[in-house]
């Protein structure tokens, strides 16, 4: 099965398991009935094959049609918020939140394997996790739906030596921290605080990241 092909079917099953969570027909309210699910899994796929949908880089069309979209760049409007308490996978597969990091400054960077451009950021976060070892954290959590093995064979195939497996099957913390856009990456202060977010990728290396991240350590 191809990848794209993948990316399909882990959409169609994640609908899938929100139409079961609806539960039988019969109690559902009348205004949220669903239509032929056969109707909607082809819309679904039409709508995720279309290149029209970016759900990356909203154009300014778009933007206009949806005021509320995020926009890619620095969101400070979550300033002070305390980290989520939203447990997920460690490495090596065992529970951990963002408390178990609290003590330094900590980039919170949420992926998944099927958005290009987390993909194509990883290399990025993955040498400043190298070179920030001492005074900062770097925790990349994966929010694929596939299995934690899945998670451990993406990184080692692209050569991403420095970020653990960190993995989050149930997308608790895309629905924490209210993401709607990957990859979304938040940066804590040494007590659990948030100082900003940015949405989109970045090149992690780069000037602009460097200015961000020096946030933290005056974020008091």
Wanted: hydrophobic share 45%; with cysteine.
């Amino acid at each position: 099965m191809s990848s794209r092909h993948n990316r399909l079917s882990i959409a169609i099953e994640a609908f899938i398991a929100r139409i079961t969570d609806a539960g039988p027909a019969a109690n559902r309210p009348p205004h949220i009935e669903l239509e032929s699910p056969v109707r909607l899994i082809v819309l679904l796929l039409i709508g995720l094959a279309s290149p029209a949908c970016d759900r990356q880089k909203p154009t300014a069309e778009q933007a206009a049609a949806r005021p509320d979209a995020p926009v890619k760049g620095v969101d400070r409007s979550h300033r002070g918020a305390a980290a989520p308490k939203v447990g997920f996978r460690d490495a090596d597969g065992g529970d951990v939140d963002l408390a178990s990091f609290r003590g330094k400054p900590l980039l919170v960077n949420l992926w998944a394997s099927w958005c290009a451009p987390c993909v194509r950021e990883l290399p990025t976060l993955d040498r400043l996790a190298a070179a920030r070892d001492g005074d900062l954290s770097v925790v990349a959590v994966s929010q694929d739906m596939a299995p934690h093995s899945s998670v451990k064979a993406f990184l080692e195939e692209h050569g991403i030596a420095n970020l653990g497996a960190f993995h989050d099957p149930e997308m608790g913390l895309t629905s924490a921290l209210d993401v709607r856009i990957m990859p979304t990456t938040v940066l804590y202060d040494s007590a659990g605080k948030e100082v900003w977010r940015f949405i989109g990728d970045l090149d992690w290396a780069s000037a602009e990241a460097t200015k961000l991240l020096a946030e933290a350590s005056h974020a008091r």
